[in-house]
């Protein structure tokens, strides 16, 4: 109730009271409960509030579902993969039901009293959507949730969050899981023992009081990046009163490079924000700027809004990337120089070089003829250029791109500086160091551990799980008291005293900044599921005002930041909007300090060596979603791996090593790939891994993807691929060097889950390309090699044809926008609640994504016919065979939805009619007709209908009963399902229109896909309305539609992607 | 006399070959018999021809049968997708008529077969498991090796004595009266 | 007599291989074929046999139980693969039920004396193939329980089935055929079921056998409208069983997946099934004669006819395999284009050969006089040439599948053990059936046997 009247529903939504009637809500029904109170009585008598918890609840569906579970240990192991996981939910769910009934007995009782008097504004039925912000390392993206009955089942992008616009990423769609994740810690514990929270307050109390004689002597505090106000004045706090205490920040997936580089360059830490819309030309040295780092989703906008095309007359801006390995940005570049990481720096000095900054590189002459070029193009437009570094790459070269932006003259325009987004930049490999030094000089007595997992994360030459376990030499432990707070009980909760279970950004208040410094306000969605509390809640505990709750430290800061005018209106406009308005940095002016020629020679990197790199999964990044299913089951954007992560090697350095892969008959191309296993020794450490050939990627490099291996993740993420960290020292955090001796094969191999493992289109007229050149001169080329098949051949000639006359909804997809980034595949899960099945059925072929995004290889960027060079039919379309071209092709991506084709073929040959066309041409699934024939999958030349094989849905875990879309059947076994266009938007839009008895105006609906999708390259809408968004792209002359000749006629068409090559690199 | 004669039901020579049966047939034919039948244990030719069976109902009935199958077989795919639930099934017309053949076709083969079968049990009166034949011990050989000829008391030239005395004069294997009950 | 005769049936070809035995009369066939049912003692061998098949059903009927329990998930089946075994063995089942129909319709018409000892048991064998095809459609679906839904019934929603799709046609070519196949077989069993009847020797018998002989008399009336009827059952059954094969290959030529989107379908799927169908009746007539002693009315002459038979089919097979070749290379369409080259070099080819070896290359040999006497070497030709038709099918459904319009969803099948079971469990159903009917009914037509004595003694 309390956080009910206490959340203002953002405005974006049609549905939404006006915001006036929320101030009405302050009246004294909804005023704002005091927390403390609140607690301290659920403490004392929490056991009566226990027992009457269950009988309120005995009506409760939910709940009698947990009751009535039969004993789990007593479920059968079923002769699966996907079967396994239910039962084990079955398991968990029990272990819920048991152990932690009051933690979820709570959860309802708030949800069971609002509708005996209903909150205002809630319509049952009508969802809500409510402004929140999901904090990211250095970044936050603003976000508005979907609401049923309180239970939080979607997120969508925050249209005025400046990280978001509207958009979101795969992590961010995905977060909805993790707060149902059954395998959440749930309570808080002591050595492993259930304690309430009033315990661990004590104790935290009883420590602080310690603490204060020794001004803190031995208190430690390991961190993320903490960009939240609140948590950093917490953590000020702390340091005053403990002038002694020392706070460490760890963030494995995050280089130093960038910060030290800032330093490097400004003599201060400086934060860059980009402009990427304002650059005719980007250099990307190593940078995937558009998928990962602070301000991804928002750059990935701006940067697509110059590649949208109205006509052949428009211009668009130019990428260049250099980069070791494949990545979304390198990808969707329009020319790309894989080079190892090592060569990267070299090229950053010799483009430096060039531009008389003096210092030199050294540079392979092909790779300093290429460079020659892109110093010509970025010269021919001055101050409308901009480079960029990765995250992972060096200080140098990060130092090195600020002068040469510096000296482009793209300070202001395309980049400006602020003060850092993170409320303490430090250098986290030191940091770390310096703690691990400490714990084993005996100078730590207390150590918090705070939502990171370093015994997971930390290099393995540092060894933190020895400096929390007990040491045999001197016969304890080497800390006293370790409280460790973190969302599973993982591997570093295991060695610690206290740990509390952390609470979901959806589940506590909490504020955060985004990339550009906007703060906003993380607003809970639902009170804690289990019994669990926010980083806040403990670190209060050591502050002089324990009892503060996170609500209250939240307005106290705003309060007084803004302390004059009516606070209770800024407060419910700022909830509202979801940002904390005028918040956002001012640009700095940073004077650069920094000469590259007075840099030391760069080490060499001898082309005989293998060059391991280090890099964050693209599913799930640092291992932090390891138990999300969404995201394990998530085709990683260039390799189409799901479920493990894999030694990443070149085609060349494949052959070299000998490594490869078979297809086996069971999946085959789609589904199964037996891999190679290799030994890989390297930084004194071994690690034994399946090995990927990976086209594109640089000669000699190996990419060992963070994030796998986890010990303790949860059931889905638990041994789950390799575990990258244990090869990784501090020496050598993102590049080791090594001969390629230290590759080894075992002779074994391993299957793995591959989505798409032909990458050739056998000239087929799938995904059309061609240069920008081209399109001026044929703006026709897409439809070069289309073959439409003449009507009259129809045995119904001359009888009329279906006349959509009211709606005929279509969708365009921009295959120029489109850089496979995920965002639209895991929204799309989250929105049609898909199944996820497990890796034993991606083998087998079974995933169930409604939308997949297709990867090709081109040899040529040139339209010689659709597909391009390696698609003449001469390639086996198979990485491990060899060729050339496989070096560095240029990578497109595809989404593939249901085509909604007008002359169905799947509805002709389905023989109950489960599937018809509606009146707006919508190629409707009936679920409850279908008795699974599959004759529809197989007559579908796009293969986007996708079968329950199994049960694959999870009736029985609780949790994901409250995640569904109650707005979408959820489909049980032996029934064909398939993208629907999200018809359950189209219905809803249609009847608010229908109320208003006007037409559905365009961008009414937006399905699930194009609402994540940042760079907007998905477009829903009317076909019969000329001026919707849709119609204007269908009439472009890029439009086409897969496969013409097959008189389909889909609705969902696509635009000829269009890259812009420059000349000179094109002839050479 | 007449009470006598009531108990029977005709009177029936065996043959040993097909030869003299249709010989005998012709004989009582000749000598002014009508209500008589033969009993074969395989179709012989000849025989029906010499009773003078002429054509049977069996075909009409079984062109009435395929006839109603496969109108009404079509007829019902064209309601069930034009008047009782239109749909647009892949931009098909509501009456896609050839897509409606093959079930048409399936009907009248149907209907024309079931007709045929039934209708000739039907006009056989079969099933009937009793009949006075079956009461002559030696008929078991009418489903395996001899043949028969019984002229029935139906018949108006019928007399007990005169009739037995015409099929002795035939040289059959044997003679019997056959009796109602 | 010579009237419907073909030129192959000559007088001294009758003389070396006759249709009948010397010597036999009416009442010698009767009790021969009768004792088989009536009086002889059931041999162990039976038993052996009947136990073997029996558990093989039993497997069956597991297998379907787990599958029932799990979903169609248990088998190899996938995204893009959606048919696997089931619907393989379906087809192949399907065309096994063909030579039965097909030997007694339109050799009657054509008044092949010869088919006359073989029509029964090609018959029955026709009814239990059918009865093992049924099967998988029904199972194969992903929820069985649901599939009354492709049958006409006034559901309370006002749906019907979707009459353009040809697996309805299928429901009710399948179940015409199955209803018509056994009427034609019934018909034809009543007056043999009558001469059980009086030649059965225990009460019980008499009374089974006199209900089912539904007091058949042999009346010369009864026969002469017997005849008519039997006649047009035979007319009505040779365009139906032309037109279940038909039908089936319009699964497949109605779809437009590459490999299946062909015009030459329905008459190569029929000249297989006939091909298929004889085989299946040779491998089951060569052990059958043996073992009951039938060579005087199961003769060389017929094993001859039906190898020659099963060669022509074969040829007529053969030219579609190569008219499938031609067309896709005329017409120049890629995915045609494509196919052939997936077949001859795809990862399927293998099976590809091995096909063209069952059903093409193999049979050439029935070209010689000897081979074709050589009893030993017609049953391994027949059991060989079955083999090539199931891999036919296998190539058709499943590889047709794995690689058809979308490169990126391309994928490969694997057969599960359950695949298996099932497979060979509607073996051993079908072979248990069989086992049934040849001891409990005739497998061999007494009366047309008695005509056939008729007619010979003629001359």
Known sequence: MKRMSDQAPAKHKEDRPAPDDHLDQASPTHRPLDLPAVRAQLQSKAGKQYWRTLEELAGDPNFEELLHREFPRQAPSEWDDAVDRRDFLRLMAASLALAGLSGCGRAPEQYIVPYVKQPDGVVPGNPQFYATAMPFG?????????????????????????????????FAQASILSLYDPDRAQTVTKAGEIQTWSQFLDAAQALAATFRSTRGEGLRILTGIINSPILAADLQTILTLYPSAKWHQWEPAVGDGTREGAKLAFGSYVNTVYRPENADVILSLDSDFLASGPGNVRYMRDFYKRRKLNGPGDAMNRLYVVEPTPSVTGSSADHRLPLRSADVEQFARALAAKLGLGGSGKLAPDADKWLDAVVKDLKKYPRRTLVLAGEQQSAEVHALVHAVNNALGNVGITLYY???????????????????????????????????????????????????????????????????????????????????????????????????????????????????????????????????????????????????????????????????????????????????????????????????????????????????????????????????NAALVSPKTAQDLKVTHSIPSRGGEHGQILSDVVDISISGSKVTAAAWILPGQAEGVVVLPLGYGRKKAGYTGTNKGFNAYAVRASNALWAANAPSSVIRKTGDDYPLACTQYHFNMEGRHILVSGTLDEYHNNPNFAHEHEELPPRELSLYKGEAEFPYARNKWAMAIDLNSCNGCNACVIACQAENNIAVVGKDQVMRGREMHWIRIDRYYTSTLSATGPGGGLASGKSTGDPSEYQPALDNPDTFFQPVPCQQCENAPCEQVCPVGATVHSAEGLNDMVYQRCVGTRYCSNNCPYKVRRFNFLRFQDWETPQFKLMRNPEVTVRSRG???????????????????????????????????????????????????????????????????????LNSRPRTTYLAAVRNPNPELENA | MEQHRSHIYGVMAEFDTPEQLIHAVEKARAAGYHRMDAYTPFPVEGVAHALGLKRNHV????????????????????????????????????????????????????????????????LNRLPQPHHPVFNVKRFVHATSDRFYLCIEARDPKFHLMETLRFLQGLQPHHVSEVTDA | ??????????????????????????????????????????????????????????????????????????????????????????????????????????????????????????????????????????????????????????????????????????????????????????????????????HATSKAKQIIYGMLALGWRGSVRHWHRYQSAYLLLAGLATPLVLSVHTVVSFDFAIAIVPGWHTTIFPPYFVAGAIYSGFAMVLSIAIPLRKAYGLEDFITMRHLDNMAKVMLATGLIVAYGYFFEFFLSLYSGNKFDLFLVQQRLHGPYSHFYFALILCNILLPQTLWSYKLRHNVAFLFIMSLIVNTGMWLERFVIVVISLTRDFTPSAWGRYQPTFWDWATFTGTIGFFVMLLFLFVRVLPAISIAEMRELVAETSEE
């Open chain 1, 418 to 644: 602020t003060e850092p987004a993170e409320a303490h930049p430090v250098n986290h490999l030191d940091s770390l160091r310096e703690l691990c030094v400490d714990i084993d000089h005996g100078k730590v007595s207390a150590l918090l551990i705070l939502g990171v997992n370093p015994v997971y994360t930390a290099p393995h030459d540092f060894d933190f799980a020895a400096k929390l376990r007990f040491d045999e030499k001197r016969k304890g432990k080497r800390i006293e008291t370790v409280i460790y707070v973190s969302p599973h009980f993982d591997e570093t909760a295991q060695y610690c005293d206290w740990h509390v279970a952390e609470s979901h950004y959806l589940e506590a208040w909490g504020d955060a900044r985004a990339f550009d410094g906007t703060v906003s306000v993380v607003q809970p969605l639902i009170a804690p599921l289990y019994r669990t509390h926010s980083l806040h809640d403990v670190l209060a505990a050591f502050t002089d005002k324990p009892g503060l709750s996170a609500y209250d430290a939240v307005r106290d800061r705003l309060k007084a930041a803004n302390p004059s005018g009516d606070f209770e209106k800024f407060w419910r406009k700022t909830l509202n909007d979801g940002v904390v308005a005028g918040t956002a940095f001012p640009a700095m002016n940073a004077s650069l300090k920094f000469n590259p020629a007075s840099l030391s020679p760069a080490k060499e990197s001898s082309s005989g060596e293998l060059e391991f790199l280090f890099r964050p999964d693209p599913s799930i990044y640092d291992g932090r979603f390891a138990n999300n299913g969404w995201l394990q089951e998530l085709p990683k954007p260039v390799t189409k791996l799901t479920w493990d």
């Open chain 1, 138 to 170: 250095a970044d936050a993206i603003g976000l508005l949730v979907e609401s049923h009955e309180g239970r939080p089942t979607k997120v969508e992008g925050n249209p005025d969050h400046p990280s978001s616009l509207g958009s979101t990423n795969a």
């Open chain 3, 1 to 198: 007599m010579s009237a419907g005769q073909p030129p192959i049936d000559s007088p001294e070809i009758r003389r070396l291989t006759p249709v009948l035995g010397p010597g036999h009369t009416f009442g010698s066939v009767t009790d021969k074929i009768s004792s088989i049912v009536l009086t002889r003692p059931t041999s162990y061998g039976w038993y052996a046999g009947f136990a073997l098949s029996f558990g093989f059903t039993g497997l069956m009927t597991i297998a379907i139980g787990w599958l029932f329990i799990k979903g169609v998930g248990i088998w190899g089946i996938n995204i893009p693969i959606g048919w696997g075994f089931a619907i393989v063995n379906f087809v192949w089942w399907i065309g096994i039920g063909h030579a039965g129909t097909l030997i007694s319709a339109i050799l009657f018409l054509l008044n092949q004396k010869w088919r006359t000892s073989i029509n029964r048991f090609a018959e029955a064998m026709t009814l239990f193939a059918v009865a093992c095809a049924g099967i998988f459609p029904l199972i194969h679906t992903g929820r069985p329980w649901m599939a009354f839904y492709m049958f006409p019934y006034p559901s309370t929603m006002g749906l019907w089935p979707q009459f353009r799709s040809p697996l309805i046609w299928d429901v009710f070519a399948v179940s015409t055929y199955g209803t018509v196949s056994l009427l034609f077989w019934f018909v034809g069993l009543i007056p043999d079921l009558a001469t059980l009847r009086d």
């Open chain 2, 59 to 122: 075909p009409l009935i079984t062109l009435l049968g395929g006839l109603a199958g496969g109108l009404g077989g079509f007829y019902f795919q064209y309601w069930a997708n034009v008047a009782s639930f239109p749909e647009n099934i892949g931009g098909r017309p509501l009456n896609s008529w050839p897509a409606f053949i093959p079930v048409t076709f399936e009907m009248t083969v149907l209907g024309a077969a079931l007709c045929a079968v039934f209708g000739m049990l039907a």
């Open chain 1, 975 to 1045: 029934v064909m399902e398939k993208c629907s266009y999200c018809v359950q938007r189209i219905d809803k839009a249609r009847i608010d229109a229908d109320k208003k008895d006007q037409p559905v105006p365009d961008g009414a609906i937006i399905t699930a896909c194009e609402q994540a999708c940042p760079s907007q390259a998905i477009v829903f809408g009317n076909a019969n309305d000329p001026n919707s968004r849709v119609a204007k792209l269908r009439t472009q002359q890029r439009n086409y539609q897969i496969m013409p000749e």
